[in-house]
Structures are given as structure tokens and as C-alpha cells.
């Protein structure tokens, strides 16, 4: 079956669903490496990618947007020049009601009998002015991490918007 569009799983609807222990089957989350870069060095600006309307984030669109931040980072550096780090885990688990389609699926479907659903995924939810993401680096890749941030968030369902949390004299004289 082909992926529904994540549209579907934006809005919060609903109790939380994360009692894994009483589901079976549920895929492990794309997104594995939720801090990455060098963690021991100390560095002088930190921005922050901050979600502005509450919403539920697919794991793939955390993954899609780690993948966006790392290769920006990594173009003409090393992983020893900045930190990220993905603050919210998917704990949501997506259900997705399947079904037949295609010539003579009317026969076979019992329609929206016990349509409870098959996990099929699992999300996080995410409150507005909740953070995502924390970029730490040196002055000089300063704009490069706020343009990896920035690309980050388009692949991100909800507008979000980047702080500078340390470093802001610093960053002004960067014009970030």
C-alpha cells in the first residue's frame, strides 16, 4: 500500500496512542540519531528551531529534515564544526484503516466494519512554541546553520520560526 499524505496526520485528534505493549507490529521510527556533530566542544552560538502551531510530525519529516541540516552543515566542514540535536521523539503511534481497492474490491471489503486500524507509522506531537531542533556552532558557519534550519523547516508540517538562544551580540555582528 502506498503511504497516505501526511496531511492526514497533522492535526492532533484524539488521545495519545503509545502503548506499544499492547500492539503488535508497530515499524520502528526512521529517525535513529537524534544528536549528532561534536558534543564536547563548547561553542559559541546555539539557534533554535522552534515550532509555531501545535501539530503531530511524522518520523520521516524529522528524518528528512536531520538529513537537510547535516548535509548543509557538512558542505566544505567536518562534524567537528557543529551540533544538532532533535529534541522530540516519535512516540505516536498512526493508524491507517486499509483498504481493497481496485476492480471486483467490493466483493472482497467488509467496508468500515471494526475500522480501528493497523499501525502503520509513528509521530511526534508537538506543542506550539515546543522546540525541534538546536544548532550549536562556530562564528564563521553561523548563517550556513541558520540557512540549514531555515531549509529544515519547510520539510516540517507546522511554520516554525529560529531563535538565537547564545551568542546574540555575536550573532548581530554576523547579521543573523
Known sequence: MVTKPARMYTKISGPAYTRREFMGGVPYPKITTFV?????????????????????????????????????????????????QIRPYPHQVLREHKMATGAGADRISSGMRAAFGRPVGTAARIKANDIIMVGKT???????????????????????HIEIAKGKELAGKLGL
Open 36 to 84: 549528532q556533530g561534536n558534543q564536547k566542544r563548547d561553542f559559541e552560538i546555539e539557534l533554535r528551531l522552534i515550532a509555531n502551531e501545535s501539530c503531530q510530525v511524522r518520523h520521516v519529516a524529522l528524518e528528512a529534515a536531520r538529513v537537510s541540516v547535516n548535509r548543509k552543515m557538512l558542505e566544505g566542514s567536518s562534524p567537528d564544526n557543529y551540533y544538532l
Open 138 to 160: 562556530t562564528p564563521d558557519k553561523a548563517i550556513i546553520l541558520r540557512n540549514a534550519l531555515h531549509k529544515a523547516s519547510i520539510k516540517l508540517p507546522t511554520p516554525c
